[in-house]
């Protein structure tokens, strides 16, 4: 678009006096080698290629103080004289590093000695710096020029250039520092993030795409913010920089020359923008949106051309085969709002012998099968990966359509002999002219470069064949948003990201009618992306994750109009399911929905709480809604209902909460708290009174729901010690478990009393296997207890003969799915247990053992068995044995006697051959094993305990098999517990 018609097209959404364009007043320092500008708005200034002081004009506020003295930032000329190890790691697109590896001798800045010249010119001024130097070492022939001058908007725009008289200049950066530590930085990272000073002190690099995933961030700064962006058609590479050194805040996007950088000598960067308001980051990012819609008008005209799409609320990409499975799925959630997800659509197994697009045997009748339920479908497909000489490869020629990726920023330099060092790359250092598939082994898995036409053209080819083959609605792009400079340079008049670009562009115009979700949605493709991927459970580490579920905000959707979407497999624990539901409801997302019967006939704990959540976005018909002039204490996002209703999402840290346009909460998550106000309930939870929810556990998470005339419990717990919380809580017709534990173990109450209200007739409580009679009319007991206090309350119990398991019917049985972290029963199957059961083969036993399977994701497994001990010499035998399968974490098989675990045995055991340096995964073996278990019970003779065998799935359920025998009493005068291995 032309300057003139850029221009044009703001005047229409923009206000005629921010249209101002006045010349900017300049004062020049030359002994402090420094100029300041000031616009309408803002006032800054540049010394020694550092922007060191920021005043926002419309507030009055101080947003860089450079009494501050920030240096923790790259800074200048980037060159590789530093080292090509130096550079590559600090250039690591997502990286957390101490600030020391910043200042390396890659960036020459001016020296205090450094030649200054500047100028006023016509708009604005020109500075140039002569005489740089990194370190000790100095650069006498090194320049770097600053311009700065407003724009037809009053914002200041600024552009660096800096030359080299030796090659290898790879790019130049102009940080924003001294930034005052109030300041909360908005990032377009992961789909939206927030960053404050309550991070640890390091210097944070984010790349672009697909880390960063527009060129634009904003600093709120008390009553105003600032923003920093690029309006930039050509794409051209950048990188991100962020640093809080524990006083104060630095930024820097760096504007980097194509690779190879070896024989660059020169650095010219685009113009970047730079701007204040006086209001949040919102209005502070609205220029760079209406530039991007803008520049992408026809594009985007496109992508919202699909009606139904607009009308997706929940995305379902874990289903069970079962067929009465979508029975229940459109009965809680109408059908247009639904969109399937398919992980594997294609014959081959998942990844291999790409790009192979047959489609896997049974998928279009499962495709049309969701269509007479009116769901609309959404597969997996690959848009730039294929495995070198695959069958589909010598078949097509790809050879003659597939560019490698030559080099990248992190691994800068490191050349491989056999040159598949790095699956991400490709074809690693390999020089543009030579073969690029020279040395490359049969099977290799690469991810192109989408600057060859030829493959662009095959891969939008494949896609309408696709589509037109199986009937699928959508397609979710996998890689597409991995877009950027592979050192391939200029192929065909493109460069860098314009081969996603260019990627894109052709598939929405070849398949106009056919949506599509990506992972990531940087800036190069999120003109076509409806739905781009946020992978919260799995991106990042730990601390990652567990930073971020406060962290994540909806920068994304408000720039580019798209709404993430996130999986449910691969978020098996309490802590995924928090991230996931917490990161989408922050960023604007949608639904998301695990179809089993299981998950979805669950009305607790996390899993029921994401399918309440995932109701309540299809039938409301939520979608991000924004309004700059909103600012409150805590909002992370806003939706707005089909009837235009608002809701508000806030988050304070311990308390997240979706509000109704009504004022009153309709779903929340709580963590970091031993007691809580709310109007909302958590299903099964013993220690309530009036609205105060009480004794729970900081180090845990709990989903909240509205109240829906929940049954009472058998008892109700009146109150706790300070410092208590409730470890576990199970109970059944005849019996209730709880387990009482001190929030810190080193502290709090040894001994306490525990009123509770009993609402069920018990005759005996078990207090720590010390059981005693309960009065039958007595309303409430107080409990004298040590913690931690493990508190069996048991009715009616069944008699257990020796010889017998202690239960010989499986259709008596109940399969328990407990929450690891909170303790809570948060389902309870007892239908088609008989399908559970299996024969269990034990060597010199003439029948086999009766054992159930256990498996499954989300909660431990358990089934509980209620017993009166018979004798002193009376013991239980089990056995158990996990699957063989080589893939995923396997289980631990668990023995419980009233709630305290008294055996496990993981289903992987440690490599003893494993050595550093071999992969990871090589750690552990399958241990297939079958083990026995003795377990005297005669201590307890005469008294009701209860007994619980258990699965726990751990992290991953994927192949996850575990058998357990039902427990069989037996005779053991000696009364020691014993286990061995059957091989």
Request: aromatic letters at 10%; one cysteine or more; proline letters at 6%.
């Amino acid at each position: 678009m032309s300057k003139s018609g850029f221009v044009l097209w703001l005047s229409v959404l923009v206000s005629a006096e921010t249209l101002c364009g006045a010349m900017p007043e300049v004062t020049i320092d030359r002994p402090g080698r420094s100029f300041t500008i000031q616009t309408e708005r803002l006032e800054a200034t540049f010394r020694d290629g550092r922007i060191v002081h920021l005043r926002n004009l419309l507030t009055g506020e101080l947003i860089a103080d450079e009494q501050l003295a920030e240096t923790s930032i790259p800074s200048g000329l980037g060159h590789l004289s530093g080292g090509v190890a130096a550079m590559s790691k600090i250039h690591s697109p997502w990286g957390t590093l101490g600030l020391a590896d910043a200042l390396t001798a890659n960036y020459h800045f001016p020296a205090t000695d450094s030649a200054f010249t500047c100028e006023r010119t016509g708009q604005g001024v020109l500075a140039e710096w002569s005489g740089l130097q990194a370190d000790a070492l100095r650069f006498p022939e090194e320049t770097l020029r600053i311009e700065a001058e407003t724009d037809a908007n009053g914002a200041l725009v600024f552009r660096a250039s800096a030359t080299s008289p030796t090659g290898g200049v790879f790019g130049v950066t102009v940080p924003l520092v001294n930034l005052r530590p109030a300041a909360r930085f908005f990032l377009p990272s992961f789909g939206g993030m927030m960053f404050d000073a309550n991070i640890k002190p390091a210097l944070r690099t984010f790349g672009e795409a697909p880390f960063n995933e527009a060129p634009a961030m904003a600093v709120e700064c008390g009553r105003g913010s600032l923003a920093l962006w690029k309006e930039d058609g050509e794409f051209y590479p950048y990188f991100t920089y962020f640093s809080w050194s524990g006083k104060s805040f630095a930024f820097a996007f760096e504007h980097l020359n194509l690779m190879p950088f070896d024989s660059h000598k020169r650095v010219d960067s685009v113009s970047w923008r730079l701007d204040v308001t006086d209001g949040g980051w919102i209005k502070a990012l609205t220029p760079y949106k209406r530039w991007y819609a803008a520049h992408f008008a026809q594009e985007l005209k496109i992508r919202e051309g699909v009606d139904w799409a607009d009308k997706i609320r929940v995305v379902i990409d874990d289903l069970d085969p079962k067929t009465n499975v979508l029975e229940r799925v459109t009965t809680l959630f109408p059908p247009e709002t639904i969109l399937r997800h398919e992980w594997n659509a294609r014959a081959p197994e998942f990844d291999t012998d790409l790009p192979d697009w047959t489609p896997r045997k049974g998928y279009i009748d499962a495709v049309g099968v969701f269509h007479k339920h009116k769901i609309k479908t959404m597969a997996y497909v690959n848009t730039y990966c294929a495995e070198y000489n695959s069958p589909v490869w010598k078949r097509d020629n790809l050879s003659k359509r597939f560019l490698t990726r030559k080099y990248s920023l992190g691994d800068y330099g490191k050349a491989s002999k056999d040159r598949t060092m790095n699956a991400l790359i490709g074809d690693v250092q390999g020089p543009a002219a030579a073969d690029q598939f020279a040395g490359i082994k049969d099977g290799h898995f690469f991810y192109g470069d989408p600057l060859h036409s030829g493959w662009r053209n095959y891969h939008a080819e494949q896609m309408v064949w696709w589509q037109r083959t199986t009937g699928t609605d959508a397609n979710y792009e996998d890689t597409a948003g991995c877009a950027g400079d592979f050192g391939n340079g200029v192929i065909e008049g493109k460069f860098g990201a314009q081969g996603s670009v260019a990627m894109m562009r052709e598939l929405l115009e070849r398949q106009p009618e056919v949506p599509m979700a990506s992972e990531y949605g940087p800036d190069a493709i999120a003109f076509a992306v409806k739905w781009p991927l946020v992978y919260a459970q799995v991106w990042g580490g730990e601390e990652f994750r567990a930073h971020r579920k406060h962290a994540q905000f909806p920068v994304n959707a408000y720039l580019f109009g798209y709404r993430i979407w996130m999986p449910t497999i691969n978020a098996g624990t309490d802590l995924l399911k928090h991230v996931v539901t917490a990161c989408s409801d922050a960023a604007g997302g949608m639904g998301m929905a695990s179809a089993s019967l299981e998950a979805l006939a669950c009305r607790s704990g996390f899993t029921g709480h994401m399918t309440w959540r995932a109701e309540l976005f299809a039938r409301r018909g939520l979608t991000p809604f924004f309004d700059p002039s909103i600012r409150e204490p805590n909002l992370v996002c806003m939706y707005q209902d089909n009837a235009g209703g608002h809701y508000r999402y806030t988050d304070n840290g311990r308390v997240q909460r979706m509000t109704g346009p009504d004022g009153i909460d309709l779903y929340a998550r709580v963590e970091n708290t031993n007691q809580l106000e709310t109007a909302l309930c958590i299903p099964g939870w013993p220690a309530v009174t009036g609205n105060t929810l009480f004794g729970l556990n900081p180090d845990a998470r709990y989903a909240l729901f509205p109240p829906a005339g929940e049954q009472s419990l058998p008892l109700q717990i009146n109150a706790l010690p300070e410092g208590v919380f409730v470890r576990m809580c199970r109970h059944d017709d005849n019996y209730m478990l709880l387990v009482l534990d001190r929030v810190k173990q080193s502290k709090g109450p040894m001994q306490g009393v525990v009123p509770v209200t009993l609402n069920r007739v018990f005759e005996t409580v078990s207090i720590n296997n010390k059981t005693r009679p309960l009065t039958t009319s007595a309303e409430e007991v107080k409990l004298d207890v040590t913690f931690p206090a493990h508190i069996l309350f048991a009715a009616v119990v069944p008699a257990s003969n020796f010889g017998e398991p202690l239960e010989q019917e499986f259709a008596k049985l109940k399969l328990r799915k407990v929450s690891l972290a909170t303790g809570l029963q948060d389902l309870i199957l007892t239908n088609n247990m008989s399908a559970l059961e299996f024969p269990l083969a034990v060597p010199g036993m003439e029948k086999p053992q009766r054992a159930i399977t256990l498996w499954g994701p989300g909660w431990e497994n358990n089934v509980d068995f209620l017993m009166r001990v018979p004798t002193r010499s009376a013991a239980l035998r089990v056995y158990t044995r996990a699957g063989d399968r080589p893939y995923g974490d396997s289980t631990i098989a668990k023995l419980y006697i009233n709630g305290t675990c008294v055996k496990a045995q993981d289903g992987r055991r440690p490599n003893p051959e494993w050595k550093s340096g071999m992969p990871a995964k090589e750690k552990s073996l399958i241990d297939a094993d079958l083990h026995e278990w003795i377990v005297p019970i005669g201590d307890h003779v005469g008294n009701a305990i209860l007994v619980t065998i258990a699965s726990d799935p751990k992290r991953d359920d994927n192949c996850d098999q575990q058998w357990i025998s039902i427990p069989v009493l037996i005779e053991d005068e000696a009364q020691q517990p014993a286990a061995r291995v059957i091989q």
